[in-house]
């Protein structure tokens, strides 16, 4: 069994709890205008192929940092392209005590994804969109099988962090930003709302592909927009 792996990151702070050893795997279905990975999209892109086993014991080098609640993330492109590897290295992380956290679209949801989530500690649910046709020109796929996991996290009562990137003009309308807030009101096992303001760090890559970037002349979000959207989420600090 081996993954396919775009890249690691040994000491992750922004995917989910404490300090985090983050493995980024190749291959998305999305393809979303914001993407700063595009680089990730092609499962076959990097042909970096790991083992669960290599994986866990590289991890293992960072296991002091952990502490009482880091641990292993894995993240994307779509991880779940590639749950029977996912699953291999959760289960082993499980069996030693690591906590795991998956990244993830929730564009995949099938047996084998219900399967990962009996080893996953905390999922972070990218949410691109309440709104079913801006999600579609947004992502190029359909929003209802993220509905759907989600609705399952709540059913098996999984701890889940949801992220929402902002981005300007399409995303950071009120009117949506307000009905995703009230759709996530009834989940109760959402432990955090993260809002993520788009950037443009990742442009550059889309030259090097020798793609179109889809949304050319979108400028970063505004600190003022984000204090809007936050405060729409009643996350004013
Ligand atoms: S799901 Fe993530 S990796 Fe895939 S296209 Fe969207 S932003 Fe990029």
Sequence with gaps: ?????????????????????V????????????????????????NKLVSPKEIFEELLKYKN?????????????????QSDFVLELFKICKENNI??????????????VKEVLKYTDLVLLDIKCIDKEVYKNLTGVKLDNTLKFLDYLKEINKPVWIRHVIVPG???????????AKYLEKFKNIEKIELLPYHTLGVFKYKELKK??????????????LLI?????KQLV
């Excluded at 940092?65 to 392209?81: A, D, Q, R």
């Design 23 to 46: 493995v980024f795997l190749q291959g998305c279905p999305l393809r979303c205008k914001f993407c700063h990975n595009p680089d990730t999209w092609d499962i076959k892109g990097n």
């Design 65 to 81: 940092f952990f502490k009482k609640n880091g641990g292993l993330t894995v993240s994307g492109g779509e991880p779940l392209l």
């Design 170 to 180: 399409i995303t950071d309308d009120e009117k949506l930003l307000t009905k995703l």
């Design 1 to 21: 069994m081996l993954g396919n792996i775009h890249s690691y990151e040994s000491f992750g702070t922004v995917d989910g709890p404490g300090i985090r050893y």
């Design 99 to 112: 906590n795991t956290a998956l990244d993830t679209s929730g564009y995949i949801f099938d047996d084998k």
């Design 212 to 225: 179109e970037y889809p949304l050319l002349g979108t400028k970063p979000l505004s600190e003022e927009r």
């Design 229 to 233: 959207a936050k405060k729409i989420f």
